[in-house]
């Protein structure tokens, strides 16, 4: 049986008249049998490079469409797909090439010399280019060679893509992700959202994560529907598309922003039917507040790297604010104590799931694969929850130390190894804010040697060479010491009462 999620996703989109696809905002539209053609171009050239399914494709490009032929492209051959976020720096970078082993790494042009060297360490024998246009080496080589248009036959429990995934240590995980872990995601969520004919979304997400890359393009291929394509987010824009549009996914920094927007009115929505959000708790007042400009209700859900979407609210049904719904159909939950042990209704414990959408472990990392599963086959999310009767579930907290800042994982301990490695720096503490606009903000407390000559800014530059930027504390404190407990551990809860009303009256 062909379980290759191309082949669904191709049956799917191919049934759609021939301008549809992804329509670029201001541009021509590409459509999915241009896309269909050019991931088998794509899929020629792995074969001209000597690529064998399984090999690995390292992925850092500028969103396009011929990125996401690159990705079909992937799938339809066999190779496992890479994806790195495009604000990683080439020390970030060095890490993921030495832990993925890739066989062919895309990147942008600027970044392909630096990239060649640490690809040549590696033993990495290909290293081609792609620019925000979708030009450069890759699509030159690619169109030169005739479609290789057959798919290769897959079972569902062959890896697909591995998305890193940082943990409390700051050493990032591949999450292995499987065509069916991938597949099975992506029809439940186009069945319990209620996907119709005619149908057309906003895609103003990034296509190097799970939210932009499976759960916006699966499940409007899977539709047949129209992609309206930015590459980037921008109020102004998206409020212009929203007259012909029905559908928009974002994280809750989109909604914030669309609300300081005073073009955001019920009229400009007036065939939207649908606004999902998610990557990031989404706050109470954006959600009244949207609902009180616009008269729609944001479907807030819950997901993760390792298990794609994991709860949502439901489409027809109350969305209660600070809730992220119900188990998808296909997913079993449970609320349990650091033993494993169910805990009852309304109790906070973490969450634990099973399911076709959980993922398959951490590449090359089995002993970390097997501390995060229980013997019964549960996955440990790490995050904190409460279930109430009816099976609803909010998230309380992470008992993993997590920030999610617009969207995007910071993880503290790998912030706070960059702090410390600086001269002059005692020791440092990362913590997650509430931010108006991002979600949350991370912020840094410092303590210093006797006459270190350190400032806020020189921290913010020194870091600029070794984090992504969404990674770098928005603001820092010099304090004294750390606030700690008899145990000597950082008491991070006493920093965030303190420092709870900081980005207050922040703005976008």
Request: with cysteine; hydrophobic share 40%; aromatic share 8%.
């Amino acid at each position: 049986m062909q379980e290759n999620l191309y082949y669904l996703l191709r049956e799917r989109s191919l049934k759609s008249p021939v301008d549809l696809g992804l329509e670029i905002v201001g541009g021509k539209t590409v459509s999915y049998a241009d896309l269909d053609n050019g991931s088998a171009r794509i899929a020629k050239l792995f074969q001209e490079l000597c690529l064998v399914p399984g090999d690995r494709v390292l992925v850092q490009v500028d969103k396009s469409p011929q990125a996401v032929m690159l990705y079909l492209g992937c799938l339809r051959a066999g190779m496992v797909y890479v994806p790195l976020n495009t604000a990683y720096t080439a020390t970030e970078l060095a890490y993921f090439l030495s832990d993925s082993e890739p066989r062919l790494v895309v990147c942008g042009p600027q970044a392909a010399d630096k990239i060649e060297l640490e690809a040549a360490r590696i033993g990495a024998p290909h290293v081609l280019t792609m620019d925000e246009r979708g030009a450069g080496t890759l699509m030159e080589q690619a169109g030169t060679l005739p479609p290789k248009n057959d798919i290769l036959s897959l079972k569902s429990g062959d890896l697909g893509a591995i998305l890193y995934t940082s943990g409390t240590t700051g050493r990032s995980k591949g999450a292995m992700l499987s065509h069916g872990n991938l597949s099975s995601n992506a029809l439940a969520l186009h069945r319990i959202w209620g996907w119709i004919p005619g149908d057309v979304l906003i895609h103003a997400l990034p296509i190097f994560h799970v939210h932009g890359l499976f759960v916006a393009l699966h499940t409007a291929m899977l539709n047949a529907s129209r992609i309206l394509f930015l590459p980037r987010f921008d109020a102004d824009k998206i409020i212009n598309l929203l007259p012909r549009a029905t559908v928009m996914m974002g994280v809750p920094t989109f909604y914030t922003r669309l609300l300081h927007n005073p073009a955001l009115t019920h009229d400009a929505c007036r065939n939207m039917r649908l606004f999902i959000s998610g990557s990031a708790p989404l706050l109470k007042e954006t959600f009244e507040s949207f609902e009180t400009r616009t008269g729609h209700r944001i479907l807030e859900r819950y997901g993760m790297t390792e298990a794609g979407m994991i709860t949502s609210n439901p489409l027809d049904g109350e969305r209660l604010p600070e809730t992220v719904g119900f188990p998808l159909p296909d997913v079993k939950a449970r609320v349990a104590d650091e033993h494993g042990v169910a805990l009852g209704t309304d109790e906070v414990g973490v969450l634990e799931i099973k399911g076709p959408n959980v993922f398959q472990g951490y590449w090359r990392a089995p002993d970390k694969t097997q501390a995060e599963f229980r013997d019964d086959g549960y996955f440990i999310t790490g995050d904190l929850v409460r279930m109430d009767q009816e099976g609803r579930i909010s998230v309380v907290g992470r008992a993993k130390d997590l920030i999610i800042s617009g969207g995007y994982n910071v993880y503290p301990k790998e912030v706070e190894v960059c702090i410390d490695n600086l001269e002059g720096v005692a020791e440092s503490a990362v913590i997650g804010i509430p931010h108006p606009d991002f979600g949350e903000g991370a912020v840094g407390f410092v303590v210093l040697h006797r006459d270190a000559n350190v400032s806020e800014r020189s921290i913010k530059d020194a870091l600029a060479d070794s984090l992504a930027r969404f990674k770098i504390p928005k603001k820092f404190f010099f304090v004294d010491e750390l606030p700690r407990n008899t145990m000597g551990k950082v008491q991070k809860n006493l920093l965030r009462e303190r420092y709870s009303d900081i980005f207050r009256n922040t703005g976008p």
